[in-house]
């Protein structure tokens, strides 16, 4: 028995959910999304939860089981608060800037990098070696994110990039004389 899948999803104030069929659609304050399951699955709306079960006992409805009940948590959370994900540039004359619609990177290149910034995804920048993406979409906060690192993903001598807030980087020792 699935230990995530067996917990159904609250759903908050202000937060609406339709189930309809294999069609998911949950409505929030931030946005609006919406997902199909895979017909192993089957939800319902009991109250203020969203129930996720397994239809049959195969195996691949057992593996979607908890897959399925994480994703429409996510939507449920993403339309309600949405989520955000702070990266850190270091080096030197390493900076980023929010331009119209664009986000422009200077990173040791011969040339700025611009990034449009996508639909749906709101990124700042407070200090220019510090970008906030945010959004209402978990997978495509994450996946912006990841983009703009690798631009210039850290290297492990000095740690120069642009890093996630909380990664750590192994760092390795310089060479010897």
């Known amino acids: 028995m ?3 899948g067996k917990h159904p999803v609250p759903v908050p104030a202000g937060v609406d959910v339709q189930v309809n069929g294999q069609t998911i659609t949950a409505k929030g304050k931030l946005g609006q999304l919406s997902m199909t399951l895979i017909d192993d699955v089957a939800a319902s709306k009991e109250g203020d939860t969203v129930v996720v079960k397994p239809r049959t006992d195969s195996k691949r409805g057992r593996v979607m089981w908890a897959t ?3 994703l429409v948590n996510n939507m449920v959370v993403g ?15 390493y900076r980023a800037a929010v331009q119209g619609g664009d986000l422009v990177l200077q990173l040791g290149y011969s040339h700025e990098v611009k990034y449009p910034v996508p639909d749906g995804i709101t990124i700042k ?44 980087l192994l760092r390795k020792e310089g060479k010897k004389k």
Do not use: H, M, W
């Open 2 to 4: 699935s230990r995530i």
């Open 68 to 70: 399925s009940r994480t």
């Open 125 to 168: 920048t407070e200090k220019p070696t510090a970008i906030s993406v945010s959004g209402f979409d978990k997978q495509k906060v994450g996946q912006v994110a990841a983009e703009i690192r690798s631009f210039r993903k850290p290297e492990p001598y000095k740690g120069k990039g642009v890093k996630y807030e909380k990664e750590v």
């Open 79 to 93: 339309v309600s608060q949405g989520y955000t994900v702070n990266l850190e540039i270091n080096g030197v004359g």
